[in-house]
Antibody, heavy 117, light 112 residues
Framework: EVQLVESGGGLVQPGGSLRLSCTAS????????MSWVRQAPGKGLEWVAN????????YYVDSVRGRFTISRDNAENSLSLQMNSLRVEDTAVYYC??????????WGQGTVVTVSS | DVVMTQSPLSLPVTLGQPASISCRSG???????????LNWFLQRPGQSPRRLIY???NRDSGVPDRFSGSGSGTDFTLKISRVEAEDVGVYYC?????????FGQGTKLEIK
């Protein structure tokens, strides 16, 4: 059974930093692209970033490019999202999602990030 | 960015009746490899999204066959042949053909 478990969310002030982590199990992690998708309170879904199987390619939505960095450790079956210069509008539930090529697949339960003073 | 437009945004349905959700994209979702990367997800209340359909019409494992996806180019549809109580939630279409991936606004299905 595929399991994706996110951690690292919390309350942070505007301009601050946070690092999210996702631990994967139940599938061959190194064979999958991985994504982060977020959902602001009461809103829809927004894809944030993804990373190729071997970490060689990374893509970001414009609103986070230059502030967020996605990375992975295939030896540890883990995915990370380093979030810097956080803004109020980054407040959301952040989901770790496995991808096959251009298809989002399995989702974690999410971790809550709140950016507020 | 490719805009994905769903309709309706609210869908009250009687149990056992059919339901249909439309998803239109701002440009063709046919990729250079010939595939169309259009997915459908259901987010039940208080839960994470779950994929139902990938590449327009392929049902995921464990998804009941009352769910079907169809369409091509810029125009896509998710149909539920007979709505059951467990189908309540918000349905999202998502395109993966163009960067960045984008989602529709969501369609909230409720039981009348």
């Amino acid at each position: 059974e595929v399991q994706l478990v996110e951690s690292g969310g919390g309350l942070v002030q505007p301009g601050g930093s946070l690092r999210l982590s996702c631990t994967a199990s139940g599938f061959t992690f190194s064979n999958y692209w991985m994504s982060w998708v977020r959902q602001a309170p009461g809103k829809g879904l927004e894809w944030v970033a993804n990373i190729k199987e071997d970490g060689s390619d990374k893509y970001y939505v414009d609103s986070v490019r230059g502030r967020f960095t996605i990375s992975r450790d295939n030896a540890e079956n883990s995915l990370s999202l380093q979030m810097n210069s956080l803004r109020v509008e980054d407040t959301a539930v952040y989901y770790c999602v496995s991808n096959t090529w251009k298809n989002l697949e399995s989702w974690g339960q999410g971790t809550v990030v709140t950016v507020s003073s | 960015d490719v805009v994905m437009t769903q309709s309706p945004l609210s869908l009250p349905v009687t149990l056992g009746q059919p339901a249909s959700i439309s998803c239109r994209s701002g440009q063709s979702l046919v990729y250079s490899d010939g595939n169309t990367y259009l997915n459908w997800f259901l987010q039940r209340p208080g839960q994470s999204p779950r994929r139902l359909i990938y590449k327009v019409s392929n049902r995921d494992s464990g998804v009941p066959d009352r769910f079907s996806g169809s369409g091509s180019g810029t125009d896509f549809t998710l149909k539920i042949s007979r709505v059951e109580a467990e189908d309540v939630g918000v349905y999202y279409c998502m395109q993966g053909t163009h960067w960045p991936y984008t989602f529709g606004q969501g369609t909230k299905l409720e039981i009348k």
